[in-house]
């Protein structure tokens, strides 16, 4: 039911300016209460935004979300539509929130002021969302809410990229603990389409839930081996 809902929400605001959170519910995900955290404490700084040396975020970054790309009508993750927040602030902020429910650490914060006797750095290379424009959703849109419920399961195929790299773990001081290098995640399948290119932005936050998932676990991997 919520995400019929969220295929009708365009239906019913179309034309309306509508604002977008880079986000999931963070409750929904698995207990880890048999997992042992790496024992410290962790200030999470905010990632070092370098999207617009990809020129591959262009779109997303200066064009509106329904667009072309290579002659195809496409609906992309556009900038303008996200909270005041940065992209980068909210990206790391959802981090802290996964860290935090999976037990990565015995706490983390997000924050690039000395709290905390380690810190975790990264850096933001892309964040880009892109699926093919549903033509059978917007015929549906014509006929209002029954037709947003008669192409409610259309699907359209989709490209979405995470890259984050830099990442290394510090002591308080300054020391160096461990390069972790970066992770890259790209996902080509169908994603859920509407008639006014809303669909690319839940579809974008429910990958990031598995991309942040597979991060946790790298994190937890690469530091392993040091004793604390």
Same mark, same amino acid.
């Given at each position: 039911?919520?995400?019929? #809902?969220?295929?009708? &929400?365009?239906?019913?605001?179309?034309?309306?300016?509508?604002?977008?959170? &880079?986000?999931?519910?963070?409750?929904?995900?698995?207990?880890?209460?048999?997992?042992?955290? &790496?024992?410290?404490? +962790?200030? $999470?700084?905010?990632?070092? !935004?370098?999207? #617009?040396?990809?020129?591959?975020?262009?779109?997303? @970054?200066?064009?509106?979300?329904?667009?072309?790309?290579?002659?195809?009508?496409? *609906? $992309?993750?556009?900038?303008?539509?996200?909270?005041?927040?940065? $992209?980068?602030?909210?990206?790391?902020? #959802?981090?802290?929130?996964?860290?935090?429910?999976?037990? @990565?650490?015995?706490?983390?914060?997000?924050?690039?002021?000395?709290? *905390?006797?380690?810190?975790?750095?990264?850096?933001?290379?892309?964040?880009?969302?892109?699926?093919?424009?549903?033509?059978?959703?917007? +015929?549906?849109?014509?006929?209002?809410?029954?037709?947003?419920?008669?192409?409610?399961? +259309?699907?359209?195929?989709?490209? =979405?990229?995470? !890259? =984050?790299?830099? =990442?290394? @773990?510090?002591?308080?001081?300054?020391? @160096? +603990?461990? !390069?972790?290098?970066?992770?890259?995640?790209?996902?080509?399948?169908?994603?859920?389409?509407?008639?006014? *290119?809303?669909?690319?932005?839940?579809? &974008?936050?429910?990958?990031?839930?598995?991309?942040?998932?597979?991060?946790?676990?790298?994190?937890?991997?690469?530091?392993?081996?040091?004793?604390?």
């Amino acid at each position: 039911m919520k995400k019929l #809902m969220y295929l009708l &929400i365009p239906v019913l605001f179309a034309g309306c300016a509508m604002t977008q959170k &880079i986000g999931y519910r963070t409750d929904i995900l698995p207990e880890q209460q048999h997992v042992n955290p &790496i024992p410290i404490s +962790v200030n $999470v700084h905010f990632l070092t !935004d370098n999207r #617009m040396l990809n020129n591959e975020n262009e779109i997303s @970054l200066y064009q509106p979300r329904s667009t072309t790309n290579n002659k195809k009508a496409v *609906c $992309v993750n556009s900038e303008k539509h996200y909270k005041k927040d940065s $992209v980068s602030a909210q990206l790391t902020q #959802m981090m802290v929130s996964h860290f935090n429910k999976a037990r @990565l650490f015995n706490y983390c914060i997000l924050s690039n002021e000395p709290a *905390c006797d380690y810190y975790l750095t990264g850096t933001l290379n892309t964040f880009y969302g892109e699926q093919e424009f549903s033509t059978a959703a917007a +015929v549906g849109a014509q006929f209002g809410l029954i037709g947003a419920l008669a192409t409610a399961a +259309v699907k359209t195929n989709g490209r =979405i990229i995470f !890259d =984050i790299s830099d =990442i290394k @773990l510090y002591k308080k001081d300054g020391t @160096l +603990v461990k !390069d972790m290098g970066g992770f890259y995640k790209e996902y080509n399948e169908e994603l859920p389409a509407d008639a006014y *290119c809303w669909c690319i932005y839940n579809n &974008i936050n429910q990958k990031l839930m598995e991309y942040n998932t597979y991060l946790t676990e790298k994190i937890r991997s690469e530091l392993a081996e040091i004793q604390f």
